[in-house]
């Protein structure tokens, strides 16, 4: 049972590892034990992160009896994509199966950038780490329909490879051997500090020069606000970018759409992510959905700029995305507008989504929803 959330988790045994969860020491402690050559684990994450296969056969500088070893103990992917949606120019959703049929989703975004193609604008990859949620914040899809599982971290980094494998296509990375994306987002489905080992497990994979070699700093763990967690991820030794899920600037207003406050009101989150920004020194970010007549008030911006002050973080305004079932409203745009520049007046870095398709934090969760929902009305 989770101590923070006191949900049960559902365990799920996959039949056979995914070498996507492997990392080079794992793998090579397995080969040796079987009685094959322990450098072929470096040849096999080449496969995987540098050329990028999908099959056994295409990893041709492997013996038979190796592959065949290969083969027998493990699988590629653990994912399979089912619906690859490219909702308009600049998101793309990719629902992927998993073995036990739970369904997640992944989301890749491009910027545009000016006086770039779009192929070559920046790249963010949204990615999931639970199936459901457990925490239950009163706007949010994943919530909605409860927890599962935890996912593990083959599946994380597998979501990863999808992408990474579709983009290849459009770009010249992969004959560089470098990811075929800018940024990766825990804002998917899920609570990153919930899942902790998985999380860090697969940054680490993430991270290594024979994985994916993609720096910490370009990676970003979205919380809704686990303080201890926080505090133990400041000592983790991986320079991650950190953004709280603040979406209320009082306990008072932060308790009705957020249950987690109950357990780490402000007075504990605050000095956790004070901690955490003192020890990477790169400014935090602060999450704040506006949700009409919730938490858009002009005192709620007031207490929010102060609270953005303390810490050196950045504010970043989204209005909230409609969720069906759900009755919350995104305020009008000159509210939205009054909200901000009370923060700005207040000498705080502040932004504001506009665009439809940066819409990424609410575009998670809900292909998922949707797809469930048709699912079960067949
Ligand atoms: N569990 C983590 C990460 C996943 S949620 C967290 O809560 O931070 C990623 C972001 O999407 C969070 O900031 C979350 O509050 C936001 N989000 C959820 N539902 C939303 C909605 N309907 N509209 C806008 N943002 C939403
Ligand atoms: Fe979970 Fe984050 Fe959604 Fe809250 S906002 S229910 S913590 S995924």
Aim: aromatic residues 6%; charged residues 30%; glycine residues 6%.
């Amino acid at each position: 049972m989770c101590k923070t959330c006191k949900f049960h988790s559902v365990r799920f045994t996959p039949q056979k590892p995914s070498l996507f969860g492997e990392t080079l020491e794992s793998l090579k402690d397995q080969i040796e034990a079987a009685g094959h050559k322990g450098f072929r684990a470096k040849q096999v994450m080449e496969w995987l992160y540098k050329k990028r296969v999908d099959s056994w056969d295409a990893m041709t500088n492997l013996p038979k009896d190796f592959r065949a070893w290969l083969e027998e103990n493990f699988i590629l992917y653990p994912t399979t994509p089912v619906i690859d949606k490219r909702s308009d120019d600049v998101t793309q959703k990719l629902l992927l199966e998993l073995e036990d049929k739970s369904l997640i989703e992944t989301v890749l975004i491009r910027a545009p950038q000016k006086g770039v193609g779009q192929e070559d604008s920046r790249k963010t990859v949204c990615v999931s780490i639970q199936v459901g949620c457990a925490f239950g914040c009163k706007f949010c899809a994943s919530g909605l329909a409860g927890f599962r599982r935890n996912l593990m971290a083959a599946e994380v980094v597998s979501q990863l490879m999808h992408i990474c494998r579709r983009e290849d296509a459009h770009t010249d990375r992969a004959r560089e051997e470098i990811a075929s994306f800018d940024n990766i987002v825990f804002m998917g489905m899920g609570e990153p500090l919930s899942n902790y080992d998985t999380l860090v497990r697969t940054i680490r994979i993430l991270n290594a020069e024979w994985g994916l070699n993609f720096g910490a700093r370009r990676i970003t763990v979205s919380t809704s606000g686990l303080a201890p967690q926080i505090l133990k991820l400041a000592e983790e030794g991986i320079a991650v970018r950190l953004a709280i899920s603040l979406h209320g600037a009082t306990n008072e207003v932060r308790q009705q759409i957020m249950p987690i406050n109950k357990k780490y009101p402000l007075e504990d989150l605050i000095p956790a992510a004070k901690a955490f920004q003192r020890k990477h020194g790169r400014m935090l970010t602060l999450e704040f959905i506006l949700i009409e007549d919730v938490n858009d008030s002009l005192d709620q911006a007031r207490e929010l700029a102060k609270i953005a002050r303390d810490l050196h973080a950045h504010v970043n305004c989204i209005p909230y995305n409609t969720v069906e079932g759900l009755q919350w409203k995104r305020p009008s745009l000159r509210r939205q507008d009054a909200f901000v520049d009370v923060l700005r007046k207040a000498k705080v870095s502040a932004t504001i989504r506009r665009e439809k398709g940066h819409d990424i934090n609410a575009a998670c969760g809900q292909l998922r929803l949707k797809t469930e929902k048709e699912l079960a009305d067949v």
